[in-house]
């Protein structure tokens, strides 16, 4: 549409402000970038107060969309308890028992997204008569969100279920026109941990899961053929169960740690997979994973 500032008579805009003129008394749309231009102070007040304003319009629908299912969402975060003290518990005794493991484990088995790469003779020799050595592909190791700093999943749970409860409370009233209103803050926090709770319990669940998969069997194989490899940063590495323990040794060129924590049966149970109404409760860009 025409901005009546620098393009009066033909069409020019289509993101613009409309802005009240008090000497004259009438309200014009006038284009946006002229309005940064020769109102720039008002603008940045204006346009703080738009997004603040829209930010809590926004905030109020998400409650109003999930408030109602805070029992859906607390029996989904309770089904989580078991599963997730019982990694956190492994994972604890692992750092007691080995300090400095969970930070050189994570960090060599995050290298290459968990790619497994390992220096082979290729049988070719270059024109010096040297062999070529090539790179190969072991395997890819699962399982790294286990040696995650800090790997807090339980307590991320409780976090979690505090902020489910505080749903039982409404928000305060609040409407547009009660500028700097003294409930905008409370509005603004609350709202946000709530916008954010069905993402942060599917997270949640997948980190349980995917912390489940560093103990599957043929991953824990995989890890020790690693280390019988020359070029692997091992020495020596045993990872495998006996009697129900996880077993860790790990004699590299940062150090010799040993771990051997009880896994108890539940640690490895599958957390359940959230209702479809759960999931469609995430924010837009969440449901597309």
């Not at 109602?68 to 492994?90: C, H, T, W, Y």
């Not at 946000?192 to 043929?218: G, H, I, K, V």
């Not at 020495?235 to 169960?241: E, I, K």
């Amino acid at each position: 549409m025409p901005c009546p500032i620098c393009h009066p008579t033909e069409p020019w805009f289509r993101i613009g402000r409309m802005a009240w003129f008090p000497e004259e008394r009438v309200v014009r749309f006038i284009g946006h970038d002229c309005a940064k231009r020769h109102y720039q102070g008002e603008f940045d007040v204006a346009e703080k107060r738009y997004r603040k304003e829209a930010r809590i319009r926004y905030l109020q629908r998400r409650w109003s969309e999930i408030a109602p299912n805070a029992g859906r969402l607390m029996n989904a975060a309770a089904a989580l308890s078991e599963i997730a003290k019982a990694l956190e518990d492994v994972r604890a005794e692992i750092d007691q028992k080995a300090r400095g493991l969970s930070k050189f484990f994570g960090a060599e088995l995050s290298r290459n997204s968990g790619r497994i790469e390992i220096k082979i003779d290729t049988g070719v020799k270059d024109n010096q008569g040297n062999a070529v050595i090539g790179t190969d592909v072991l395997g890819t190791a699962v399982g790294t969100e286990f040696w995650g700093r800090p790997f807090v999943p339980y307590q991320q749970l409780l976090t979690l279920m505090r902020d489910i409860e505080d749903l039982s409370r409404p928000l305060p009233t609040w409407r547009g026109e009660e500028l700097a209103s003294q409930h905008e803050t409370e509005i603004l926090d609350r709202g946000a941990s709530a916008d954010a709770l069905p993402d942060r319990l599917d997270d949640l669940t997948l980190l349980l899961f995917w912390s489940q998969m560093f103990f599957e069997p043929d991953n824990l194989a995989l890890l020790e053929r690693w280390g019988k490899n020359a070029g692997s940063p091992f020495q020596s590495l045993v990872c495998r169960f006996d009697d129900g323990r996880l077993v860790i040794a790990s004699n590299s060129f940062f150090a010799y740690h040993y771990a051997n924590p009880e896994v108890p049966p539940h640690a490895l149970v599958r957390p359940p997979r959230l209702s479809s109404e759960i999931l469609n409760l995430r924010r837009p860009m969440a449901r597309n994973r």
